[in-house]
């Protein structure tokens, strides 16, 4: 039976009452925002150390205070709940102000990668109807208020631009927003409500809004909470970006809503991050294989065992079972675990937390935690043996922005259709095989394929491209281009490179490899045989044969 749907400040939802209520009764959907939670931490325990980054500690006091002057010069700008306000910042101390700041608004959060540029910049802000967007003035030497000239330029509605770490003529100032002390009331807001729309990467090559409530974040809360033996008290150290699901919820909302103290990282660094766990005692830390990978050699050569650290889940890319095993046994008081997830069902599995189950960590995702997972086929079948994961529970997305996108993305059930493919060992854990969808994970950020292609059949020097994701031992995958060249042509990384910096598309999405073909394989119906491609440039003497 199709869901029914339900508008919340101009927002669509997919909604099914029943299901909601279940989940209000067990306490997964708590009934409540994080901005509730943190005005009762205002009054019990005020001056605990709550953010922690390169440049400052935020008590809670400082963090709540900062917070609701920012709400109320949102109100005061005639800001309303549902409106959007895009926070596009490394791993700062003021984008957890601006995203508290947002829930007690009853905004709705959009974060964006740093290192997205002018073309997905004016793609996000014009499909949410953004009204305002945080920055830095520079980053990584690269000037985002310059970016957002040009941006403002080309969107339907210019949005206002604030600029974090420097002041900037014609463009306003965080600081100068936060001094301004307005005594607008802030609203009550609803946790049924949209509090993010998250950008994610998709077989289109047109990038979804993911979104979710207050209830749905808080349930992906609860999930972490209860299975990685998180307690009041701990530290989280988050290098994962922010404008990712899972930096997001280690950085905005576990420290309201599970007592822990964060640690933020604005850059990875291995060797700072051994010496930050040193100095802030930090016990949970969840990236991506090249995080898992580095900290374990960095700490190798530092002589730490990190005797602190209690969980590391690993997931985002390909995670090889030596890597859980070594860092298991280097890291002696630690769980080590792969775990599964996406922006739109943050982690479907809780991993595999058992002590001393090793085997189950190192070679398989972990069993569903709140959530309920079920395997099917291309029919839509279910299986027990291997099949596509759908999965359901109270993190589920509750819809698109564009509804249009749901199309083929739930069942009649409301379960969520991953596009991950899977099989199930020893009857509930599951071990992800590969992708149903064509998304290539290159140190822990989505690239689609088609995005690119379809930029880069413009070139040339170009004839017929496929991307194609290639494992890699530094960044899990890589992007490879197979390219049919146009005659007379030879392109190479360099030109593709060159091409796309000239469009402002992000540095991650440009391939670091090309192969040159006569011709790509395609079946019947014309379509690119990406396995059997991606099998070919893998082992060349295939190729061979098949030729």
Excluded at 354 to 373: F, M, N, Q
Excluded at 454 to 463: C, R, T, W
């Amino acid at each position: 039976m199709a869901e029914a749907r339900r508008e919340i400040h101009g927002w669509s939802l997919r909604w099914d009452e029943a299901r909601a209520a279940a989940y209000r009764a067990d306490g997964t959907w708590p009934g409540e925002t994080a901005g509730d939670v943190a005005l009762r931490l205002l009054a019990a325990d005020p001056e605990r150390i709550i953010v922690v980054d390169e440049q400052r500690s935020l008590t809670v006091r400082a963090l709540v205070g900062e917070a609701q002057d920012l709400a109320r010069a949102f109100v005061a700008r005639g800001l309303k709940p549902g409106d959007v306000v895009s926070i596009m910042l490394p791993n700062w101390h003021e984008a957890t102000v601006i995203y508290l700041a947002a829930t007690f608004a009853g905004l709705v959060a959009n974060l964006i990668l740093p290192n997205y540029r002018n073309s997905e910049v004016i793609f996000t802000l014009d499909d949410c109807g953004s009204r305002m967007i945080f920055v830095p003035a520079l980053f990584r030497k690269f000037d985002y208020v310059e970016m957002m000239r040009d941006v403002n330029a080309k969107l339907r509605t210019p949005v206002e631009v604030v600029v974090l770490r420097g002041d900037v003529p014609g463009a306003t100032s965080y600081a100068a927003l936060l001094a301004e002390r307005h005594d607008a009331a802030l609203p009550k807001v609803d946790p049924d409500s949209v509090k993010m729309v998250m950008y994610t990467s998709g077989t289109s090559g047109r990038a979804k809004g993911v979104l979710h409530s207050h209830n749905t974040i808080a349930a992906a809360v609860t999930q972490i909470h209860r299975y990685w033996y998180v307690e009041a008290g701990d530290c989280f150290f988050v290098p994962s970006p922010i404008s990712h699901i899972g930096g997001s919820l280690y950085a905005f909302e576990l420290p309201l809503l599970a007592g822990t103290k964060v640690v933020l990282q604005e850059a990875w660094e291995p060797d700072a991050a051994v010496a930050a766990f040193e100095k802030y005692g930090c016990t949970h830390m969840a990236g991506a294989t090249p995080f898992l990978q580095q900290l374990l050699a960095a700490a190798a050569k530092a002589g730490t065992r990190l005797p602190r650290l209690k969980v590391f889940i690993c997931g985002g890319a390909s995670v090889p079972a030596s890597l859980i095993r070594d860092a298991a046994a280097q890291f002696e008081n630690c769980i080590v675990s792969r775990v599964f997830g996406c922006t739109e069902v943050p982690m479907i599995t809780a991993g595999s937390m058992a002590r001393g189950d090793i085997a189950h960590a190192a070679e398989t995702d972990g069993k569903p935690g709140l959530c309920s997972v079920k395997l099917i086929d291309k029919d839509g079948q279910i299986v027990t043996d291997e099949g596509e994961v759908c999965a359901i529970g109270p993190q589920t997305l509750l819809g698109y922005l564009r509804p249009e996108d749901e199309e083929g993305r739930f069942d009649a059930d409301g379960y969520f259709i991953t596009g991950d493919l899977a099989k199930l060992v020893d009857g509930e854990y599951l071990v992800i095989t590969g992708r149903a969808k064509d998304i290539i994970i290159r140190n822990g950020e989505n690239i689609a394929p088609k995005e690119v292609e379809d930029m880069l059949i413009e070139h040339p020097a170009i004839a017929e491209i496929s991307i194609v994701g290639l494992p890699d031992a530094r960044t899990g995958e890589l992007a490879c281009a197979v390219i049919v060249p146009a005659p007379g042509q030879v392109p190479g990384v360099a030109d593709l490179r060159d091409f796309l910096n000239a469009r402002n598309v992000a540095k991650f999405k440009i391939p670091e490899r090309v192969e040159l073909r006569a011709s790509l394989p395609r079946n019947a119906a014309g379509k690119v045989l990406k396995n059997v491609l991606r099998d070919m440039v893998l082992n060349p003497a295939l190729e061979k044969a098949e030729g």
